[in-house]
């Protein structure tokens, strides 16, 4: 099968591999969409992990083949896969801290060499604890593209539950990429106020569709907005949807005493910030950390996602077939002026 392989030092190739085989648990699916995620970039762009390996995680396809022992699934369902399953049992498993249970971290998904998710290939392998409970079926009428966002909607879900909007609060989101413009449509659906900032037009233009007010960051009218809506205190909650320089230090300043201040998309080692003491401790403001999907939440994202009640086919701007992917992480990486989210579509040939 053809797969896209990181090699190291920034570099994906194209490459020939063999297509992985199956245990007596485990199902083969045909990747028809996969959507591409900053988490992969930034692995790809700092070459945080050993190589080879086969990234990409938001996998919607087809199961080609089951083995024997396997009864819940057969070939012909359409589905979408989890990489990541929490054992239930552990320390950190019974706080729902799933993302850090040892089994969780385990990637479940492969497409061959050190799992990583596989999505960027023509086929993946999906391990048994992951068939046993993170794996969904897509119901008829549901496209793959739509499909591939129950992944990247659940981590989202899972850090607005941890922020815990209330109606009457204003809820700051820092950018408005694909991941911002989900949380703008889950913070909306609260009743909150959303003040969505981004340095890209069309993306405001986007986040205001969803109700919020959206502002260029880089303009003194988006504090000057803050203090408005909120009379001089400063928002009840920040959302940071990317890890643009600055804008923790701008979380900061906007947000009232007692805020919450909630850390997403920073997921880098290397990446650092810097805030004052008091801020946190005489300001009494909560700096949270959210991070990967909820098992718990994995049946109400995928509902989310498959009613249509998050309109999410809408925020992809490209489609590729996998021997363009280098184009499409460069797409992601340097978002022009009406990009967003970049899907890779394996089966498909120029």
């Not at 009232?256 to 810097?274: C, D, N, V």
């Amino acid at each position: 099968m053809r797969a896209a392989v990181y090699t190291g030092d920034h570099r994906v190739e194209i490459q020939s591999v063999p297509a992985p085989a199956i245990s007596a648990g485990g199902i083969l699916i045909r990747v028809e969409s996969c959507g591409i995620c900053h988490t992969d970039l930034k692995k790809i762009e700092h070459d945080l992990l050993p190589p080879p390996r086969i990234y990409g995680h938001e996998t919607a396809g087809v199961i080609v083949a089951t083995g024997e022992s396997v009864s819940k699934f057969r070939c012909g369902d359409r589905v979408i896969v989890f990489h990541h399953i929490p054992c239930g049992d552990c320390f950190f498993c019974e706080r729902r801290l799933y993302a850090q249970c040892p089994v969780y971290k385990k990637v479940g998904v492969t497409a061959g060499f050190e799992a990583a998710g596989g999505g960027f290939s023509q086929y993946v392998r999906v391990m048994d604890w992951i068939v046993e409970r993170g794996v969904e079926r897509i119901p008829d009428g549901v496209s793959f593209d739509q499909a591939c966002w129950v992944e990247p909607v659940n981590t989202c879900l899972k850090a607005t539950e941890l922020l815990k909007p209330r109606s009457s609060d204003v809820i700051a989101i820092l950018g408005q990429g694909p991941i911002g413009l989900i949380f703008t449509m889950l913070v909306g659906r609260t009743g909150a106020q959303v003040l969505a900032t981004d340095t890209i037009e069309f993306r405001r233009t986007l986040a205001e569709r969803y109700r919020a007010n959206a502002y260029d960051p880089r303009q003194a009218d988006f504090e000057k907005a803050v203090r408005a809506a909120t009379e001089g205190r400063g928002v009840d909650g920040v959302i940071l949807a990317t890890s643009a320089p600055g804008l923790v230090e701008q979380a900061f300043r906007i947000s009232r005493p007692g805020a919450k201040i909630l850390l997403f998309a920073q997921t880098s080692a290397t990446e650092r910030i810097e805030c004052s003491g008091a801020d946190v401790c005489v300001g009494e403001r909560m700096l949270l950390g959210s991070y990967s999907a909820d098992v718990d939440l994995q049946a109400e994202s995928a509902r989310l996602v498959f009613s249509g009640e998050l309109p999410l086919e809408e925020l992809i701007s490209d489609r590729l077939p996998l021997e363009e992917i280098n184009r499409g992480i460069a797409i992601a990486q340097h978002p022009g002026d009406r990009s967003l989210k970049v899907v890779i579509h394996p089966q498909e040939r120029n």
